[in-house]
């Protein structure tokens, strides 16, 4: 169930370090509230996408598909609150469509969907893993990364119980056991399940806490970490590379 | 509060806060992702996130739900695949979750032990605008604060919904399985 | 004279109770003495106390569990009291009962470098260590997979590596050869004891390949130990009183072989499975009569369970059909028919638990009056009507669950893995209560014998389809099967 959104593949930014990766996530995010220029938070978006482009063009498509919605909602409303410039249209006295509703609007669709499609970058061609690791090299303390994967673990094993509970309640309950209906009927059904749901994950805390203890948690020495991030290709390279990124945003965003 | 505290001897060890938050993360990163009901006057539907923050904090206490409620909704949203979100919604529920388990434990304090509905109440009104609040700024941020307002009440019927299944099944699971009353810190 | 890893002297321990429920005293003056290099079985029926044992040994009980301990228990010299679960794992490594338990990461080599990393071994060491611990248990190939996708073996296997790999002098393996078949078994057992170990495994069926090492027998009889040692007659008398060796003179409540009204049947059914490479499930022929009390026998993974829960209509055929026999012919049944006709016992008997009260539990949905609650308490044994049912043992809960299907009247009860985590009295009565309702009862299970005395009739399932049915008369032939398939693997 987890790494829904990691696609195998052989794409430059697969291969790039994923510590580099997310120093860049965080950089280029930050980078679209740098400036109010349309061309240039354009062409990042531009660049973001070509990127996404090299693991096939579905996958531009389902970086933005989620977000539709919600870009339409902002190109609706948006204008209406920036009535200024040439008007392009008007109900009344009041200004629904200006040259400068379109331009705010526009500004707000690149911004979003340049950081919508960035993280769906990252996030495609990085291994859960390796961001986990990641975050251990910029020194996040064990305990935090431990608690994710330890919930990583433990998400298709509880989604696992809860299938089975929905099971058993639906076989105590017969015909009257149905999941469809109006909110107060789905309520009657599911609220035994979750509880049963939730003694069940409850339950686990005490068994897991043990598992721990008996895996060494608690143990007075330095801890070793066996797993080494993958790198790929020449991390020089990829250093100066990201440099380069870095030195044309600020550049650009500059003038 | 019962003395089942021989119980519960083992709260305070780091392998069992460990253990709990791990799994209230799993538990409400599911219920984020996989428990919803569709809701008629809202399009679309009601995700079980906010009632599973809300079960956490009144049941494991503020420290607890910070950090499930802040990880099991950012882990939802990257399996989801919004994956943009995650910071946020971090913030949002991780804050709702220590602010209802504030109010409720210090609430606990003064009625010694039984959740009170005054408690729980103004727990609701601090966590819609905590949760409600950090979205419509980063969302506004984002995308402009014109679109970020149709959000505001989605998100507030997510936290009524929050209270009201979430303190039930708290109490539901706290009778059934009564060792889980010590499990809070 | 070795001396001893493990030394336990006079323990008593008895768990802390809850308001309405007391637990009696599990352990009371029990000692043990384990030498360097011995191999202890220590036997016990479900409930008997081996997992809370194995876990004093480790000192996670009381730690986790409160109540109160006396006695000494000294781990290698050491004394376990007030010592950490965490210190200790270089002298002694469990495996749990429950594999799902103890598996804490999402691939098998980080699962198996946790304890190392928490020791703070060197990098190097610690690679060479997990590709020992693969080898050693014929996993290799399983080393960048996640523990999830693995079978029941295999996760256990995963655990024994990671025995392998921390190498500590005592190894507590609680019910780990559960699923293993003899072949299996016999090369990991070469294995693990091809280097002095001293192990403590607690089992409730002790299988026939143990027979060929040299292994010490105990069991945990009402809250001591009894070791075969001293006394071998005791040691079997023992043994038939917990039902851990089957007397069938014992069960002759039930009702012999006879001819029965059909009640359902399967024709050409089939199901496949969406995991890769998994097999599909075939059932041409398949009946069930009034009555009647038969089983479905075969190794995990046959698709026993999943024929179970078609039967229940918690799953949908792909294709085929199941009728019932009515007066007016054969009548097909959807799932929800099927639902309505089965009552599924669930190996986990806590996937309906949700209510505070055991009264409550048995009246949720049907409202039967107090009389009927009474007795019902009575037939399935179960501790009382206020007591909280998510705190009950393990067999009072899967009781419970046999008790609630009881009130809903079904013709048909399947109980699936039926003796695991039952003892054989309570499987017994429990099925006893079904048959004499006049419904039909079907157990599934991988315990030949459990079917031999049990059941009038057996289906044999292997890779998905029947390869053998018997009745009483055909059963010699039916262990004779099983036994010779076993025999050509090793």
Request: proline share 5%.
């Amino acid at each position: 169930m987890i790494a829904n959104l990691y696609l195998q593949g052989n794409t430059p930014v697969h291969k790039f370090d994923p510590r580099i990766k997310l120093a860049l996530l965080l950089f280029m995010t930050v980078s679209f509230f740098l400036t109010d220029s349309i061309p240039v938070t354009g062409g990042f978006l531009f660049f973001i996408l070509l990127l996404v482009s090299l693991n096939g063009i579905k996958q531009v498509l389902r970086s933005i598909h989620s977000i539709l919605p919600l870009l339409i909602f902002v190109a609706i409303l948006t204008p209406p609150f920036h009535p200024s410039g040439k008007v392009f249209y008007a109900f009344h006295s009041l200004v629904l469509l200006s040259s400068d509703g379109i331009r705010e609007a526009l500004r707000l669709i690149i911004r979003f969907t340049g950081i919508t499609s960035l993280f769906f970058l990252f996030f495609l061609t990085t291994e859960v893993d390796d961001l986990i690791l990641s975050l251990m090299w910029f020194k996040i303390p064990f305990t935090a990364t431990l608690v994710i994967t330890i919930a990583l673990r433990y998400i298709p094993h509880i989604t696992h119980i809860y299938s089975n509970v929905t099971d058993a309640h639906k076989l105590r309950r017969g015909t009257d056991f149905e999941m469809s209906g109006g909110f107060r009927n789905r309520m009657k059904n599911l609220f035994p399940v979750l509880v049963s749901v939730l003694i069940q994950s409850i339950r686990a805390i005490p068994a897991l806490a043990m598992a721990l203890e008996t895996k060494g948690l608690g143990f007075n020495a330095q801890r070793q970490s066996f797993r080494d991030i993958n790198i790929f290709g020449s991390i020089i390279l990829q250093l100066v590379i990201a440099f380069a990124i870095v030195l044309v945003v600020v550049l650009v965003t500059l003038l | 509060m019962p003395d089942n505290n021989k119980n519960s001897s083992f709260v305070h060890l780091p392998a069992f806060r460990i253990a709990s938050i791990a799994i209230m993360i799993a538990v409400t990163a599911i219920f984020t992702t996989i428990i919803r009901i569709p809701t008629a006057p809202t399009r679309g539907y009601l995700n079980f996130g906010d009632v599973a923050i809300f079960f956490t904090a009144i049941t494991f206490g503020p420290w607890t739900a910070l950090i499930a409620g802040g990880a099991g909704t950012a882990l939802a949203d990257i399996i989801g695949g919004y994956a943009q979100w995650a910071p946020y919604t971090f913030i949002a529920h991780g804050g709702q979750g220590l602010v209802i388990g504030l109010i409720v434990y210090a609430g606990r304090k003064k009625t010694k032990g039984k959740t009170g509905i005054v408690s729980l109440i103004i727990a609701f009104v601090a966590a819609s605008i905590v949760m409600t609040g950090t979205y419509f700024l980063t969302g506004g941020l984002m995308y402009g604060f014109g679109a970020a307002a149709t959000e505001i009440p989605g998100n507030i019927l997510q936290n009524a919904a929050g209270i009201l299944v979430g303190a039930s099944l708290s109490a539901a699971v706290r009778k059934a399985y009564p060792p889980v009353s010590t499990y809070g810190w | 004279m070795n001396e001893a890893i493990l030394e336990i002297k006079d323990l008593s321990f008895t768990f802390p109770g809850y308001p309405g429920l007391d637990f009696p005293e599990l352990f009371r003056d029990l000692n043990l003495k384990v030498e360097k290099g011995e191999i202890r079985v220590i036997l016990g029926k479900p409930e008997s106390g081996k997992t809370t044992l194995s876990r004093i040994i480790t000192a996670l009980i009381p730690r986790y569990s409160g109540g109160s301990l006396s006695g000494q228990v000294k781990l290698d010299g050491v004394e376990i009291n007030g010592n950490q679960p965490y210190n200790l794992i270089q002298k002694a490594g469990t495996v749990f009962q429950n594999p799902d338990e103890q598996i804490i990461t999402t691939r098998c080599d980080a699962e198996i470098a946790f304890p190392m990393e928490s020791m703070g071994w060197g990098k190097k060491q610690i690679a060479e260590r997990i590709d020992f611990g693969l080898e050693s248990t014929g996993i290799s190939h399983l080393r960048y997979r996640d523990p999830a996708t693995l079978s029941g073996g295999e996760k256990r296997k995963l655990l024994l590596a990671s025995l392998f790999a921390v190498n500590p002098p005592l190894w507590i393996l609680d019910e780990t050869f559960e699923e293993l078949d003899p072949a299996s078994l016999r090369a990991i057992l070469k294995t693990i004891l091809s280097q002095e170990r001293t192990i403590i495994i607690f089992m409730t069926k002790p299988p026939a390949v143990l027979e060929e090492h040299n292994v010490k027998f105990s069991i945990l009889y009402k809250g001591t130990l009894f070791h075969k040692e001293d006394s071998p007659e005791n040691f079997k008398k023992l043994m038939i009183e917990e039902g851990l060796l089957l007397d069938p003179e014992r069960y002759h409540s039930i009702q012999p072989y006879k001819k029965r009204e059909p009640l359902l049947k399967i024709e050409n059914l089939s199901y496949s499975y969406n995991t890769a490479g998994a097999f599909t499930l075939e059932i041409e022929h398949f009946k069930l009569n009034k009555g009647e009390i038969i089983s479905i026998v075969g190794r995990n993974g046959s698709g026993k369970s999943t024929l179970g829960k078609i039967l229940c209509g918690l799953l949908k055929p792909d294709s085929g059909q199941i009728f019932a026999y009515r007066e007016s012919g054969l009548s097909p049944l959807d799932t929800k028919n099927l639902n309505a006709l089965t009552g599924f016992i669930f190996q986990n008997p806590d996937y309906q638990i949700f209510l505070p009260t055991v009264k409550e539990e048995l009246s949720y949905g049907l409202n039967p009056d107090e009389a009927a609650v009474d007795k019902i308490i009575e037939l399935f044994s179960l501790p009382g009507k206020e007591v909280p049912p998510a705190l009950m043992s393990y067999g009072a809960r899967k009781r419970l669950q046999g008790a609630v299907y009881y009130l809903f009247e079904k013709d048909l009860y399947i109980v699936d893995e039926a003796d695991s985590g039952l003892s054989v009295e309570d499987f017994a009565s429990m099925i006893t209560r079904f048959h004499q309702k006049g419904s039909t009862v079907l157990f599934i299970t991988h315990n030949m014998e459990l079917s031999r005395v049990f059941s009038e009739r057996v289906y044999i399932m292997e890779n998905g389809s029947v390869v053998q049915t018997a009745d009483e008369d055909s059963f010699n032939l039916v262990n004779g099967y099983f036994a010779g398939k076993i025999e050509d693997q090793a």
